[in-house]
């Protein structure tokens, strides 16, 4: 920090010196020690001219007039009103939130519970069925008379074609690994029992056993 | 700190210990003691009539629902000074700062009991402290103005000693080159000047 004086020692001294004199508060010493200089130093003297113009003009009262009385009157009332609370707008805005994320969370919840029952339901009957999965077999119990069959592989095709057609029977499943068929008779009114003796004694089927008497 | 200012701290703390217990007459009290002291300082923030009321309200409110818990780790016209200070910054935020500028209402605001003498010397000192900061012109007023010492006024701000000392060096280094008269011209110089 330098100095706006052309001077020594002291009147850096007394720069720093003048605020304080002018308001009283610097010991009797410092303030005769500046009368010293201010006596020999132009400069200073009016600087301290100035800064002592400067303090009388501080001291004038405002000049921006406030009733004082009706200033205390409003201040009086303000302490009987009680303050609007500033918590009060940052709890509203609190609940607005947690209110938004909890129907968030309900919205998820329905959301989860909608797919998890749309999926349970159709977990047991799966409306695909990839290539590798082996065709879903026949359930014999849903087709009533049905008989299994292994003919023998030296029997012609027509003669087979020969046989199902006079027993009124056809082909509802097979041949398995071991050249089994499931036959059912074409209609209702067809006797299972009676095609079943007749496959048996016909020459040429090794096998003929009723699906529902099979263990 | 002379004995007067003593003895004025020892009653301004008797009135906050009243104002303590819900004395709303010693609230009043002092509010009328201090009310023009303010009312300058804060001119030296804003020239808006309302927004001081409002200051000086927002002070003393704040005064009564602390009195209770003032220390007397200053005195008392440091501690409500601070507030006042805080508050006025605040309130500049909220309202928009306002410089020290010629009104066109001045002269319906200049009490009617003014000298010509005193008109011309508010004249001139308003030239001087347009030119400052907000923060200058807080410190020449502290200083000048009210008769706070550099640690009072480093409390009422909330900042280094030091940092007053720079305000006010600068301040006052503004003033003597802004200011026309008694200094003369000659004696003008720059603040790099030795």
């Keep these: 920090m330098t100095f706006p004086m052309d001077s020594g020692k002291d009147c850096v001294r007394a720069w720093e010196m003048m605020p304080w004199v002018l308001q009283d508060s610097a010991t009797r010493e410092q303030g005769a020690w500046l009368e010293d200089h201010l006596a020999q130093c132009e400069a200073c003297r009016a600087e301290f001219a100035q800064q002592s113009r400067l303090r009388l003009a501080l001291s004038l009262p405002a000049e921006v007039p406030v009733d004082v009385e009706a200033g205390l009157g409003r201040l009086l009332a303000r302490l009987d009103t009680p303050e609007p609370q500033e918590a009060r707008p940052r709890s509203r805005a609190g609940n607005w939130l947690s209110r938004a994320l909890v129907a968030a969370v309900l919205v998820q919840a329905l959301g989860i519970g909608i797919l998890g029952v749309k999926l349970w339901s159709a977990g047991d009957n799966p409306a695909y069925r990839t290539l590798s999965q082996e065709p879903r077999e026949i359930l014999p119990a849903a087709t009533p008379g049905a008989i299994r069959v292994v003919p023998d592989a030296c029997m012609t095709l027509a003669d087979w074609n020969a046989l199902l057609h006079a027993l009124r029977l056809q082909v509802v499943g097979g041949p398995n690994d071991v050249g089994a068929y499931m036959v059912a008779p074409v209609s209702p009114a067809s006797t299972a029992q009676h095609a079943l003796q007749q496959l048996r004694t016909t020459r040429g089927i090794l096998l003929a056993e009723p699906v529902a008497a099979t263990p | 700190m002379n004995d007067d200012d003593t ?11 009243r104002m303590s217990a819900g004395d709303r007459v010693a609230l009043g009290i002092l509010y009328h003691s201090y009310h023009g002291r303010l009312c300058r300082f804060l001119t030296r923030l804003t020239r808006r009539a309302d927004v001081i009321e409002e200051v000086i309200n927002d002070c003393f409110w704040i005064a009564w629902q602390k009195a209770g818990s003032f220390h007397g780790d200053s005195r008392v016209s440091t501690w409500l000074m601070g507030i006042a200070y805080r508050c006025g910054l605040k309130a500049l935020r909220q309202h928009g700062d306002e410089p ?27 030239k001087g402290l347009e030119r400052l900061s907000a923060d200058q012109r807080v410190v020449i007023e502290l200083v000048y103005g009210v008769g706070h010492t550099l640690d009072d ?42």
Excluded at chain 2, 7 to 17: E, G, K
Excluded at chain 2, 118 to 125: H, V
Excluded at chain 2, 161 to 168: E, I, Q, S
């Design chain 2, 100 to 126: 020290v500028e010629d009104d066109p209402r001045h002269e319906e605001r200049t009490p009617a009991h003014d000298l010509d003498e005193d008109r011309e010397l508010r004249d001139w000192l308003s």
């Design chain 2, 153 to 194: 006024v480093a409390v009422i701000m909330q900042c280094p000693v030091g940092t007053v000392k720079a305000r006010l060096f600068h301040a006052r280094v503004k003033l003597r080159n802004v200011l026309p008269g008694l200094a003369g011209d000659s004696a003008r110089h720059t603040e790099s000047a030795p």
């Design chain 2, 7 to 17: 003895d004025s701290d020892v009653t301004d703390r008797m009135l906050l210990q």
